[in-house]
Antibody, heavy 120, light 108 residues
């Protein structure tokens, strides 16, 4: 059974940094692309970032490009999202998600989410 | 950026009735469209990909159709567990993925 355990969220001041983690199990992690999708309180889903199975290729939404960095450690079956220069608009529940192939077209398994609150 | 628009925002349906949800893309996305279901306090769940292919374990009362810019998700006979928010997502413009704003299906 696929399991994705998101962690690392919390309260951070504007301009601050946070690193999210997603521990994966139940599948061959390095075979699949992974991504992060966020959901602001009471709002819809917004794709944030994705990474290929090998970790060589990374992709970002315009809203986070240059501030967020996605990475993965295939030896630890873990996905990361380093978030810098955080803004109030980044406040959201962040989900890690697994793609059904090596390319992050859509997501067939999701973590439970980790809440990031950016506020002074 | 491809903008995805869902209608209606809220759909009130009685259990056992049919629900029809629409998703429109600002430009053609071919058949590169997925649908997700999200219940309160839960993560989204993949329902449909490729516009019409049900994901593993999804009941056949869920069906997707359409191509280009117009897509439809039909729930043929609503069960109590189907009341949720539904999102469409295009991946034709990969890696720039975009979601629709969602349709909430509520009990009438």
């Amino acid at each position: 059974e696929v399991q994705l355990l998101d962690s690392g969220g919390g309260l951070v001041q504007p301009g601050g940094s946070l690193r999210l983690s997603c521990a994966a199990s139940g599948f061959t992690f390095s075979t699949y692309a992974m991504g992060w999708v966020r959901q602001a309180p009471g709002k819809g889903l917004e794709w944030v970032s994705a990474i290929s199975g090998s970790g060589v290729s990374t992709y970002y939404a315009d809203s986070v490009n240059g501030r967020f960095t996605i990475s993965r450690d295939n030896s630890k079956n873990t996905l990361y999202l380093q978030m810098n220069s955080l803004r109030a608009g980044d406040t959201a529940l962040y989900y890690c998600a697994k793609a059904p192939s090596s390319w992050p077209y859509y997501f067939d398994s999701w973590g439970q989410g980790t809440l990031v609150t950016v506020s002074s | 950026e491809i903008v995805m628009m869902q209608s209606p925002a809220t759909l009130s349906v009685s259990p056992g009735e049919r629900a029809t949800l629409s998703c429109r893309a600002s430009q053609s996305v071919g058949s590169n469209l997925a649908w997700y279901q999200q219940k309160p306090g839960q993560a989204p769940r993949l329902l449909i990909y490729g516009a019409s292919t049900r994901a593993t374990g999804i009941p056949d009362r869920f069906s997707g159709s359409g191509s280009g810019t117009e897509f439809t998700l039909i729930i043929s006979s609503l069960q109590s567990e189907d009341f949720a928010v539904y999102y469409c997502q295009q991946y034709n413009n990969w890696p720039l993925l975009t979601f629709g704003g969602g349709t909430k299906v509520e009990i009438k």
